[in-house]
């Protein structure tokens, strides 16, 4: 059975390379759907943190990443608005501490999944089709991925932030790995609250990491 899995995951993935869909060319960039975080304790909190590991990050949540052109820019930025009419503000609260993950980068991870999950999951069927390529990071990865994860792939051209792998954060570092700093950090975190009104959903070009190079729209929610 195991051989079956891994023979019909190689005849995926070879078919992925091939398809001219999963091509990126000069006139396509990378973009994400996020959640910006606001001034306030949670965004003075996430710089904090980010300065202390030596980067420098626009705080944010990522709800969706996905490559286009500039027309394709032009479809999602309408569905986003259609969206955003429909939708409440909404509050979140983050975990106590960071977690750092096998790519170099820390976490600081959302304590209440639910809301954040059925907002990728909605909006991941609504832009399922609203794509022209793929990104770099994801592409980078590609030969590492699961049977699930090149599932995925065909469908939303990632493998990540899709319904049923999704870990919604704010990344506070791209590059670093130092446990024993982000145990101090997670040290002084603990037993201490951190909650932030999510009141609009932006749209914007990022760059290979995933950090916001810059955010071309904004949409505000219902109150």
Same mark, same amino acid.
């Given at each position: !059975?195991?051989?079956?899995?891994?023979?019909?995951?190689? !005849?995926?993935?070879?078919?992925?390379?091939?398809?001219?869909?999963?091509?990126?060319?000069?006139?396509? $960039?990378?973009?994400?759907?996020?959640?910006?975080?606001?001034?306030?304790?949670? $965004?003075?909190?996430?710089?904090?943190?980010?300065?202390?590991?030596?980067?420098?990050?626009?705080?944010?949540?990522?709800?969706?990443?996905?490559?286009?052109?500039?027309?394709?820019?032009?479809?999602?930025?309408?569905? =986003?608005?259609?969206?955003?009419?429909?939708?409440?503000?909404?509050?979140?609260?983050?975990?106590?501490?960071?977690?750092?993950?096998?790519?170099? /980068?820390?976490?600081?991870?959302?304590?209440?999944?639910?809301?954040?999950?059925?907002?990728? /999951?909605?909006?991941?069927?609504?832009?399922?089709? =609203?794509?022209?390529?793929?990104?770099?990071?994801? /592409?980078? /990865?590609?030969?590492?991925?699961?049977?699930?994860?090149?599932?995925?792939?065909?469908?939303?051209?990632?493998?990540?932030?899709?319904?049923?792998?999704?870990?919604?954060?704010?990344?506070?570092?791209?590059?670093?790995?130092? $446990?024993?700093?982000?145990?101090?950090?997670?040290?002084?975190?603990?037993?201490?609250?951190?909650?932030?009104?999510?009141?609009?959903?932006?749209?914007?070009?990022?760059?290979?990491?995933?950090?916001?190079?810059?955010?071309?729209?904004?949409?505000? =929610?219902?109150?």
């Amino acid at each position: !059975m195991k051989n079956i899995l891994k023979i019909g995951s190689l !005849m995926l993935f070879t078919s992925l390379l091939e398809a001219k869909e999963f091509s990126q060319d000069k006139s396509t $960039k990378e973009y994400g759907v996020y959640f910006l975080i606001p001034e306030g304790e949670v $965004k003075n909190k996430a710089l904090d943190i980010s300065k202390r590991l030596g980067n420098d990050i626009t705080p944010h949540i990522t709800v969706l990443q996905t490559v286009c052109n500039q027309q394709t820019v032009l479809d999602i930025q309408r569905e =986003l608005n259609i969206w955003s009419e429909s939708q409440r503000v909404f509050s979140i609260q983050f975990q106590d501490k960071i977690v750092g993950n096998d790519d170099g /980068k820390t976490f600081w991870n959302i304590q209440d999944l639910k809301k954040l999950n059925e907002i990728n /999951k909605d909006l991941s069927s609504k832009l399922e089709n =609203l794509r022209d390529g793929v990104s770099v990071q994801v /592409k980078n /990865k590609l030969h590492t991925f699961s049977n699930q994860e090149l599932i995925d792939y065909k469908k939303y051209g990632r493998q990540s932030y899709v319904p049923g792998n999704n870990n919604p954060h704010i990344t506070v570092s791209y590059t670093t790995d130092d $446990k024993l700093f982000i145990d101090q950090i997670s040290r002084e975190l603990k037993n201490k609250i951190f909650k932030q009104e999510i009141t609009e959903v932006s749209f914007g070009e990022i760059d290979d990491s995933g950090n916001i190079v810059k955010t071309i729209s904004t949409y505000k =929610l219902v109150k």
